[in-house]
């Protein structure tokens, strides 16, 4: 198995660069995240110690994977994706704790629900904010503020700033952190729900 996927061979690195030609708006990049990214975001999200996470946007699921390996035994990871193709790549995964869900992120809250989850302590999100329609964006990010709890933390990387503008107005400044051994390099942006 390719390190960073969670399928053997090329077939999620194929797959993930035919979703960026087919829905370049809905996908960040042409190449999935380096593990050095993974490791910054695993670290900066405090997902070790998060009993319930949120993904929006898992891709093929390089990102995915990295989370269940920090995820403690009991904990539960709920990945939502939009691309039917990544969706059918993400359900393949073994993993037990892991739900794949087929959907937007706008609908984070009715996906909580309809696995009986609760409020996650964190959500991580990998969705470009930068291609989406202004008023999307403002709504994903109201709607994962208002699935969090108090304490809880909800991190995004990207290449642009536009979720850091988006956010500003609701969630005020955001924690701000680059990793540049990815490509492109991505920014991390982190707010916590006080």
């Known amino acids: ?58 891709g093929t699921g390089g990102t995915t994977r990295a989370i269940l390996g920090a995820l403690g035994s009991e904990a539960r990871l709920l990945s939502i994706e939009i691309t039917p193709e990544f969706v059918n790549l993400l359900q393949t995964h073994p993993d037990p704790r892991l739900i794949v869900h087929h959907g937007s992120a706008e609908h984070i809250r009715p996906a909580l629900a309809q696995y009986g989850l609760g409020a996650p302590q964190v959500v991580v999100s990998g969705i470009p904010f930068s291609t989406m329609p202004l008023t999307l964006g403002r709504r994903i990010i109201g709607e994962v503020w208002k699935s969090l709890p108090p304490g809880g933390c909800f991190v995004a990387y990207q290449v642009r700033d536009r979720v850091a503008t988006l956010g500003r107005r609701l969630l005020g400044k955001p924690e701000v952190e680059i990793e540049l051994l990815n490509v492109p390099p991505m920014r991390l942006f982190r707010w916590r729900k006080t």
């Open 1 to 58: 198995m390719k390190r960073g996927s969670c399928h053997p061979g090329g077939r999620a690195n194929l797959a993930f660069l035919q979703g960026f030609i087919r829905h370049p708006e809905q996908v960040a990049s042409i190449i999935p995240s380096s593990r050095f990214l993974e490791r910054r975001l695993i670290e900066w999200a405090g997902i070790s110690q998060a009993g319930l996470v949120v993904e929006l946007g898992p």
